[in-house]
């Protein structure tokens, strides 16, 4: 019986019928070369198939292309065949063409081809007519929108029974989940490629559906996070106009209007008689007098307190605002204010002026979107106008914890930190809902603050105590070689990336692995549904000895190649291996950041670098807080000395010292 090394294996699997395995021997008497008999063979299972072209070999890619000793027009032939398929009565021949169309149109020759036979058209009447099973029509829509991403067909010439059915999707309440991604995917690209288009669009979607989509999710990602983060930002900077304005008295447009804003906060404070009987001096005592009592610093002219910018103009309205959309709040805060000693009252109107920029400072109006950004608040989305009823909520809170630290005008400043500290602490927990938000910063007293406050000084100390931290850095060295066995590990069990071509498009996966042994960086393409593959399988190598150096950012080789091109998401993200001589390069795209910062720090071990991720500095500083804490168990309620205690002198004689020999006599 031959050995199995000189056994070669052939599997022949056609569509729809058992595979088979050919097993082939190397060694064997036949005259036939084992080339040309592996051929025979392959030749009678094609024929057996009734396969025409059998003598083609396809290139084992996403192209789906074939190689022949004649030349031909293959992207041609492949267009033909599946322009006839999707037309096919039967509906699986059909579903077949039309998933294979849509991984094959991302070959712009192909898709020239395929838009040559007006393939384009006969997927806009699959969905103009929407018959097709949601499989197949998901197929249709990912197939098309791949064909007008080469830009041959201008999305002008896209009907209006087109576009109301891919906005039929996307309005659909009970649809398919695939089929909306690539329907809200098509009809983005409509919008950013004509205002008309944009026009249109916005006609059949309303932002309450969209909303709607963004409320079914369970869990929030990364890039929905930032995008929603974003939202937020540029919704909230609708106020910075009036944040940076201040009430102007020499403009007499809008000075009026402002003037009347403050005497109506006035009148809806205090029960005042008709006025249109007094003198003017009268009226103005009287007004002055009341300003006063709202809390005004220049009761004769209040619009001085609103000079200052930030918050200028928009203090005005969140006052305006809770006196008219909580009447009875407003007039029980500052009643009761009125009624106090002079010393212990709180004034409204300054206090609503810091706390409206306290809370514009909180919510950042005023700043740009970050790029990387991801901090949103889900309360904002629960409320049209966040920023007024945040005021509402917390002016009262202001007063309570007023009244809690028996305060003073002399400990304005010292209530406005603890407001902010409240506030800040609630919205870090993300309320999903006012009422929530109300319940818990309003659990948040005065007296839990301090106990925050003293257990995080407590912690503090301890933690900044000179013994302490030497004995961090006696622990470092041990804890930052379990990071690096970590990061060694993850690079052994391998990562799965992604490949981005010149129009940024990540339609290719690639898998890289370290040996076991780890000497050797194995690498190599894979398909999609891959999961971990064996070192056998990743044909690529690259030897460890021969890696130079590794490279982020804009330094690297690939993001040189397309410079400008590249937003800072993806610049962050990628990272590069040069080996043998700088002209060569194993070039990365993490998927994450996290993935960026093992396979940075791994490949840094690998050459013998310090580790430089903020993910190493994080996990090496939960490590030393556990350790630290688990050290300290015994010592608990045990002050630590900031020195050693001193040695004392020896003493004058050793007299002292028992003889056990005498003992033991």
Request: hydrophobic share 35%; with cysteine.
């Amino acid at each position: 019986m031959p050995q199995q090394k000189d056994i070669v294996k052939i599997a022949v699997q056609m569509p729809g019928a058992y595979p088979q395995l050919i097993q082939l021997d190397q060694v064997s008497r036949c005259a036939l070369p084992v080339i040309k008999r592996m051929l025979t063979r392959v030749q009678c299972a094609c024929n057996s198939a009734k396969l025409s072209g059998s003598e083609h070999l396809r290139n084992n890619s996403t192209n789906q292309m074939y190689t022949t000793t004649v030349p031909c027009n293959g992207h041609g032939r492949c267009a033909e065949d599946l322009y006839k398929g999707i037309q096919s009565s039967d509906s699986g021949v059909r579903c077949d063409s039309l998933k294979l169309l849509a991984n094959v149109s991302t070959d712009i020759t192909f898709a020239q081809e395929f838009i040559s036979r007006d393939g384009h058209s006969l997927l806009v009447k699959i969905v103009e007519d929407a018959h097709e099973a949601p499989l197949i029509m998901t197929h249709t829509l990912t197939a098309f929108m791949e064909l007008m991403d080469h830009g041959i067909v201008s999305w002008e010439n896209l009907s209006s029974v087109f576009i109301k059915k891919i906005a039929g999707f996307v309005n659909a309440k009970v649809q398919d989940t695939s089929i909306q991604q690539v329907s809200l995917a098509i009809l983005e690209s409509m919008v950013l490629s004509s205002n008309n288009l944009f026009n249109e669009v916005k006609q059949e979607i309303t932002l309450e559906r969209l909303i709607s989509h963004l409320q079914v999710s369970s869990s929030v990602g990364d890039e929905m996070a930032h995008y929603l983060y974003v939202l937020q930002m540029v919704r909230l900077n609708h106020l910075e106009a009036r944040m940076r304005t201040p009430l102007d008295s020499y403009n007499q447009v809008y000075f009026h209007s402002q003037r009347d804003m403050l005497h109506g906060l006035r009148q809806a404070a205090f029960e005042t008689e008709s006025e249109s009987g007094l003198s003017n001096e009268r009226r103005r005592s009287l007004c002055a007098k009341e300003f006063k009592k709202l809390g005004f610093s220049n009761n004769s002219n209040p619009g001085q307190d609103l000079s200052r910018c930030p918050p200028g103009l928009l203090a005005l309205d969140t006052m305006a605002y809770f006196a008219s959309r909580y009447p009875d709040a407003y007039s029980r805060f500052v009643l009761e204010n009125s009624s106090r000693e002079d010393k212990h009252e709180c004034p409204f109107a300054r206090s609503s002026i810091q706390l409206t920029l306290i809370l514009c400072e909180i919510l950042r109006i005023g700043e740009p979107p970050s790029e990387t950004g991801s901090d949103y608040h889900p309360i904002f989305f629960a409320q049209d106008r966040l920023l007024e009823e945040l005021f509402c909520i917390c002016i009262q809170l202001l007063n309570k914890t007023w009244k809690e630290m028996r305060a003073t005008q002399e400990d304005f400043d010292k209530v406005m930190q603890v407001i902010r500290e409240q506030i800040t602490r609630t919205l870090s927990s993300k309320p999903t809902s006012l009422e929530l938000f109300k319940n818990k910063v309003n659990a948040l007293n005065y007296s839990e603050i301090l106990k925050l406050r003293q257990t995080e000084r407590l912690h503090q100390e301890e933690t900044l105590a000179p013994p302490v931290l030497e004995l961090k850095e006696r622990l470092k060295p041990e804890l930052l070689e379990l990071i690096r066995q970590q990061r060694l590990n993850r690079l052994s069990h391998g990562t799965l990336f992604r490949k981005i071509s010149s129009r940024r498009r990540q339609d290719k996966l690639w898998y890289c692995r370290l040996s076991p042994n780890h000497k050797v960086l194995h690498y190599g393409d894979v398909e999609e549904e891959t999961e971990t593959p064996s070192i056998e399988a990743l044909q690529e190598k690259i030897p460890v000895a021969d890696i130079k150096n590794v490279v982020t950012g804009k330094d690297c080789p690939h993001m040189k190649e397309n410079k400008g091109k590249q937003n800072k998401e993806v610049l962050d993200l990628a990272f590069s291996i040069t080996y043998d001589v700088e002209e060569y390069s194993l070039n990365f795209i993490a998927s994450s950041r996290t993935d960026f910062c093992l396979w940075t720090d791994g490949l840094n071990v690998l050459l013998g670098k310090e580790m430089s991720s903020e993910s190493m500095r994080s996990e090496l500083e939960i490590l030393l807080s556990m350790e630290i804490k688990l050290r300290l168990l015994d010592l608990e309620n045990v002050p630590i000395p900031d020195t050693a205690p001193p040695i004392p002198k020896a003493p004058s004689n050793f007299n002292f010292c028992y003889d056990f020999s005498q003992a033991e006599q």
